[in-house]
């Protein structure tokens, strides 16, 4: 099973900071790397797919990159409602496994 | 759009069986997805359950294996998940999501499912 860690666990940023979140697997995975939100009492949501591909609707602040064991996720110039958890996803090898989640506040 | 609705009992006795329902709307059960269910322990994270697609093929996370089973019901354009001998454990907002090629898409709302006597 591939297992996914990513950093940090929680943050506390300011509107308008640049937030960066990061994701390595355990094993390499390529870019079969997806990237998701979820708000307070919502389900997630697709943010990036194939670690760098935006989903249809979502806004152009965020961003991701990376490939093989190690990946980011970008926020440039934080909004109040990106406040989230924030969770990785890898569809390289089955089990599919995500991360264990960024809490993002909004200090 | 593809639009998701779970359904089910929100309450299950320790060693009975949950059985949910998830509704399609926008897309057919039968396209070229496949159709997953994840859940979600209160105030922790995402686990993945299994997957199936129209023909019937499954994949199972195998720390779940022995206790699961999906099915699709093309008439309903809907397909369902059954967890058997639950435990206090298997508490949890389960979702269904549709993979379009890796990813999920598209999310139910969830539906809440608590194990308890």
């Known amino acids: 099973e591939i297992v996914l860690t990513q950093s940090p666990d929680f943050q506390s940023v300011t509107p308008r900071a640049k937030v960066t979140i990061t994701c390595r697997a355990s094993h390499v995975i390529g870019t079969t790397l997806h990237w998701y939100q979820q708000k307070p009492d919502q389900s997630p949501k697709l943010l990036i797919k194939?670690?760098?591909q935006s989903f249809s609707g979502v806004p152009s602040r965020f961003s991701g990159s990376g490939s093989g064991t190690d990946f980011t996720l970008t926020i440039n110039s934080l909004e109040a409602e990106d406040a989230a958890t924030y969770y990785c996803h890898q569809s390289s090898s089955l089990p599919w496994t995500f991360g264990q989640g960024t809490k993002v506040e909004i200090k | 759009q593809v639009q998701l609705q779970e359904s089910g009992p929100g309450l299950v006795k320790p060693s009975g069986t949950l059985s949910l329902t998830c509704a399609v709307s926008g897309a057919s059960i039968s396209s070229n997805n496949w159709w997953s269910w994840v859940r979600q322990p209160p105030g922790k994270g995402l686990e993945w359950i299994g997957e199936i697609y129209h023909s019937g093929s499954t994949n199972y996370n195998p720390s779940l294996k022995s206790r699961v089973t999906m099915s699709v019901d093309k008439s309903r354009n809907q397909f369902s998940l059954i967890l058997r001998s639950v435990t206090a454990a298997d508490t949890a907002m389960y979702y269904c999501a549709v993979t379009v090629n890796g990813e999920f898409d598209n999310w139910g709302q969830g539906t809440l499912v608590t194990v308890s006597s």
């Open positions: 194939y670690a760098s």
